[in-house]
């Protein structure tokens, strides 16, 4: 307890960390008080138990509601959350394995950089025309007519249809200025605090329905918190999972000294895609909502809208171990890797330098992939099996899945963030041991 003091007391030593933890927490709580801003023209007191919150109280609509922190069901100004954003960047990292021209943008550095990102606001803004008047259609169908102040109007319409995509917009604006000014991943963690906001209900709920309808008790509680437990370590474990390669540096002396001619490691992550592939499988899950206006009552909405299906279930987890394999394809470059070393004088033993280097990298990289996919794969699906042995609907989304898979993952990258200030200015990290584990530097 005492180390933990001290590191606290350590970080608020550090001028710019403590900016940029309190630049977070700002922009942060801006995000979560607009959460409970209702759309301009609806009555807020007709929201309350209405059909709408009925509606996201399970199922498919229910994790939408958990990713916008409860904004979905509250009708906010930022009801659609960041979730169309991601989906416009995975249709542009797509098109740059496709198109030409955005595979030159890729190679461009900070410019190619800063143009696709004006296209994935481009392209999210065409997505936002799509979503936000079905989710306006959805409002008419599950709120009953005295909660729109002006009616079924077109005024509403157009104005609710703007101040929607402006609320995503400046989401998105709060995410890409923590990534830059903050710490962590901006987006990440604005999808993980609307998951932490939603925890105390789904556990109070969870509660109530030990003590009441599910029955069990106290003990089937205990029980089950002991599970959530062992399935957080399992993936805390699994996000932390390295294949080491062995580096050796040739002997080199200048002057008095020697340099080289040791031994090191290169810690090739099993799951080195992170929590973006489960992000995208679920962005792609939730396509089909959209084109039934959110109504999963009937055809592809119905197949895919019910979370704890065997077909959504069986999609779900291919399509996050296609997406493991395509994010670990474009975010790890084995062949600068190989050149990397080949420039400082390493080789991996038995192994010749150039091509048959990043050959072998690459070969290590998809077997290990393979299992790491599939566990993965099997995290993305546990809910299913908490809500088979009686877990509240609500609370089983936290047992696994892109909610537990966001926590841990966006949780780790934070804490290895302050670590590297940490470290930088000499001061002990996070750990006992003064590094974390599983870190790429």
């Given at each position: 307890m005492k180390k933990l003091i001290d590191t606290i007391r350590n970080i608020f030593k550090i001028e710019e960390l403590r900016n940029r933890i309190l630049y977070t927490l700002?922009?942060?709580?801006?995000?979560?008080?607009?959460?409970?801003?209702?759309?301009?023209?609806?009555?807020?007191?007709?929201?309350?138990?209405?059909?709408?919150?009925?509606?996201?109280?399970?199922?498919?609509?229910?994790?939408?509601?958990?990713?916008?922190?409860?904004?979905?069901?509250?009708?906010?100004?930022?009801?659609?959350?960041?979730?169309?954003?991601?989906?416009?960047s995975i249709v542009i990292q797509l098109l740059g394995i496709a198109i030409p021209y955005f595979q030159k943008l890729q190679k461009e550095g900070e410019s190619g950089r800063r143009k696709i990102?004006?296209?994935?606001?481009?392209?999210?803004?065409?997505?936002?025309?799509?979503?936000?008047?079905?989710?306006?259609?959805?409002?008419?169908?599950?709120?009953?007519?005295?909660?729109?102040?002006?009616?079924?109007?077109?005024?509403?319409?157009?104005?609710?249809?703007?101040?929607?995509?402006?609320?995503?917009?400046?989401?998105?604006?709060?995410?890409?200025?923590?990534?830059?000014?903050?710490?962590?991943?901006?987006?990440?963690?604005?999808?993980?605090?609307?998951?932490?906001?939603?925890?105390?209900?789904?556990?109070?709920a969870e509660l109530n329905a030990r003590f009441t309808t599910a029955g069990g008790g106290f003990v089937m509680l205990i029980v089950e918190l002991v599970l959530l437990f062992l399935v957080f370590a399992g993936t805390i474990a699994l996000v932390q999972?390295?294949?080491?390669?062995?580096v050796q540096y040739a002997k080199r002396i200048v002057g008095n000294k020697q340099y080289g001619g040791v031994r090191q490691y290169i810690p090739l992550k099993i799951n080195a895609a992170g929590v973006m592939p489960i992000i995208f499988a679920q962005a792609i899950m939730m396509l089909p909502l959209i084109f039934t206006k959110f109504e999963a009552t009937q055809g592809l909405g119905a197949v895919f809208g019910n979370i704890y299906g065997f077909w959504y279930n069986l999609v779900f987890g291919i399509l996050v171990m296609a997406f493991t394999y395509f994010?670990?394809?474009?975010?790890?470059?084995?062949?600068?890797?190989?050149?990397?070393?080949?420039?400082?004088?390493?080789?991996?033993?038995?192994?010749?330098?150039?091509?048959?280097?990043?050959?072998?990298?690459?070969?290590?990289?998809?077997?290990?992939t393979l299992p790491g996919s599939i566990c993965l794969a099997i995290v993305a699906i546990l809910p299913v099996f908490a809500h088979m042995i009686g877990v509240d609907g609500q609370f089983a989304l936290f047992y696994g899945g892109t909610s537990l898979l966001i926590?841990?993952?966006?949780?780790?990258?934070?804490?290895?963030?302050?670590?590297?200030?940490?470290?930088?200015?000499h001061y002990d990290g996070l750990m006992k041991s003064g590094r974390m584990k599983g870190r790429m530097n």
């Open positions: 700002g922009l942060l709580l801006i995000y979560r008080l607009g959460s409970f801003v209702v759309l301009p023209g609806l009555n807020p007191e007709a929201l309350s138990g209405s059909g709408l919150q009925k509606q996201t109280a399970d199922g498919i609509l229910g994790l939408l509601d958990i990713f916008s922190g409860g904004a979905f069901s509250n009708a906010s100004i930022f009801a659609l959350g960041i979730m169309p954003y991601i989906s416009a990102n004006q296209w994935t606001r481009y392209l999210t803004i065409g997505i936002l025309l799509l979503q936000a008047p079905a989710y306006l259609a959805n409002l008419h169908y599950q709120l009953p007519q005295s909660a729109f102040v002006l009616g079924n109007s077109f005024l509403f319409t157009f104005s609710a249809t703007m101040v929607l995509i402006a609320g995503t917009m400046f989401v998105m604006w709060l995410g890409e200025k923590i990534t830059d000014k903050g710490i962590g991943n901006g987006v990440s963690l604005i999808i993980m605090i609307g998951i932490i906001a939603r925890l105390p209900h789904a556990f109070l999972a390295v294949r080491k390669i062995p994010y670990t394809a474009i975010t790890i470059n084995t062949n600068q890797m190989a050149d990397d070393m080949k420039r400082n004088g390493g080789f991996i033993p038995g192994i010749k330098p150039g091509k048959q280097t990043a050959s072998y990298l690459d070969t290590v990289m998809t077997r290990i926590l841990v993952g966006v949780v780790l990258d934070t804490l290895q963030q302050i670590e590297s200030h940490l470290l930088l200015r």
